[in-house]
């Protein structure tokens, strides 16, 4: 069970490092729109 999880995190790693460039993308989209969506529910809390 543990080398199970073990080989899917290794292989996860694998695939992240050659896809480096595309998860360094995707994470940023990430965040930027974790924080808009935050900031907009903010401006909305505080005008109401």
Do not use: D, G, P
């Not at 199970?4 to 998860?23: C, D, F, G, K, T």
């Amino acid at each position: 069970m543990v080398s199970h999880i073990l080989n899917q995190m290794v292989l996860s790693y694998r695939e992240a490092s050659n896809n480096i460039v595309l998860n360094t993308k995707w994470c940023l989209l990430t965040i930027v729109m974790t924080m808009a969506i935050e900031h907009h529910l903010f401006i909305r809390t505080t005008s109401s």
